[in-house]
């Protein structure tokens, strides 16, 4: 079964710039949760989505957005780009079953560097 | 606020012997406690996890303990080997009022060989 897959894996834009970032989930899973690497600061919840619908968010500002197809997959946009947005993205989908609601599984992550 | 906190940045352990990360965490609200592993360029991977209503689960050489009272939770690596050597993330997840996991700052963790 083919992991999360995240595209582009890499991403550099200027500041002012929007971006979107793409997100496959392991098939069969439509549980969607989007994070934000930095160094020092962890994995900083971004939003997650089930069946299309955002179910919970992070403290991010709203030029933070999400969406979720039917297929599952998902995408999140960055509008108005900061320097301080520079950061690894990570994508994780979980099967949302049984006892293994909570697992999650990562894809490798787009690099986003603003300049 | 951070509700997960993992306040060993490093930790270097010698091959053979036992490896403790530890996590504290200030919310009573999570549900469960999981531990993922993170290599350079890849992903965190999923290690073990432990429901609330525990206080002890065991894997081969990973044993996570949790202390509600506390608020504490610790990942035991026994024993030890160089391919251990990563970041380890301590998370905690609820589904009340909507699906969220928290994570810590992550613990790296050297194993010499």
């Known amino acids: 079964k083919a992991g999360v897959t995240q595209t582009p894996r890499y991403l550099i834009k200027t500041r002012g710039q929007q971006v979107t970032l793409s997100c496959s989930p392991i098939?069969?899973?439509?549980?969607v949760s989007w994070y934000q690497q930095t160094p020092g600061q962890g994995l900083q919840f971004l939003f997650e989505y089930f069946s299309e619908t955002q179910r919970n968010k992070g403290n991010f500002p709203g030029r933070f957005s999400g969406r979720q197809f039917s297929n599952s997959r998902s995408e999140m946009n960055v509008s108005t780009l900061e320097l301080g947005d520079s950061a690894l993205y990570l994508c994780?989908?979980?099967?949302?079953?049984?006892?293994?609601?909570?697992?999650?599984?990562f894809g490798p992550g787009t690099r986003l560097t603003v300049t | 606020d951070q509700q997960v906190k993992q306040n060993s940045p490093s930790l270097s352990v010698q091959e053979g012997r036992i490896s403790i990360l530890n996590c504290d965490y200030t919310n009573s609200m999570f549900d469960y406690f999981l531990w993922y592993k993170k290599y350079p360029a890849e992903g965190p991977t999923f290690l073990i996890s432990?429901?609330?209503?525990?206080d002890k689960n065991e894997d081969g050489r990973f044993t996570v303990f949790l202390n509600k009272s506390a608020k504490h939770l610790s990942l035991h690596i026994v024993p030890s080997q160089p391919g251990d050597s990563a970041v380890y993330f301590c998370?905690?997840?609820?589904?009340?009022?909507?699906?969220?996991?928290?994570f810590g700052a992550g613990t790296r963790l050297f194993v010499k060989a």
């Open positions: 432990i429901s609330s209503i525990k």
């Open positions: 998370a905690a997840s609820t589904n009340t009022g909507g699906f969220k996991t928290i």
């Open positions: 994780a989908s979980s099967l949302f079953q049984g006892r293994r609601v909570y697992e999650q599984y």
């Open positions: 098939s069969g899973h439509r549980s």
